[in-house]
């Protein structure tokens, strides 16, 4: 039996009848079953797939349907053979990283280490974990201070200016746009979405700021102050969000 076509016409009622599917019993799927999580996985997941597409134009949440996806490619499911089930799972799980949605590539790791063991994929459990605290972003905010403390012309306005207001609200707005304005790229215009992820991405890349931002200061004896605590972190911040716009157009979150 052939999978009816789906189009951008009829892809919410589409997606409706694949949601149906996967959501009931799924131990064995077969025959047109089978086949339309196939289909679904291709053009969801795959680089080009059209359903990707459909997923931003009519802003349905592609995240939650990829963890539903997920749980089609368990080891319970004996219609899919365990290699190929694998390396789907692990496509799944980059791509719930690309779109920021920590929680649940989670969720999809736990189904894939059941088809791992620490003998064979220990590097890829090592991966996944790094994963999670994005180390495009630490590099890039490494790349950030590069620029800044091989400066010294920089370092002498960024002293200049640190007093004043007028210089780091602005500032601080301005590493927060680039942050919301990269999660955006990825998850589309679902605002609570958005605000969350950015919101984590923001947290991980102050803590990556302000922790490299001590170790050079306690690495040079310099002093604690507000220049290392706050305006060198947020400029470095800000460098690191402009470095990841020609970073290969990669999400910030992507695996290395």
Known sequence: MSVPPT????FPAR?????????????????ADK??????????VEPGGEYYRYYRVFGNDIDHDLVKMAKCFAKSSTGFK?????????????????HYAVWDAWHVARILRKYESVRTDLAWWLMRGAAYFFPRLWLAVTAGYVVILGSSDLQGYLQAAAPSPWFRVPLVLLAVFLGMADVQRRVGRRFRTMLLRSFHLLAIGGVAAVAIGIFTAWAGGCAIDEQVWLVRPVTALTLAFVVQLFWQDRSIAEPL
Do not use: C, H
């Open 35 to 44: 086949e339309l999580v196939q289909t679904w996985y291709e053009k969801t």
């Open 15 to 31: 997606r409706d009848e694949f949601l149906k599917l996967i959501e009931t019993e799924f131990a064995a799927p077969q025959g």
């Open 82 to 98: 365990e290699n190929s089930s694998k390396y789907r799972l692990r496509q799944i799980w980059r791509l719930l990283m690309q």
């Open 7 to 10: 189009t951008d016409e009829n």
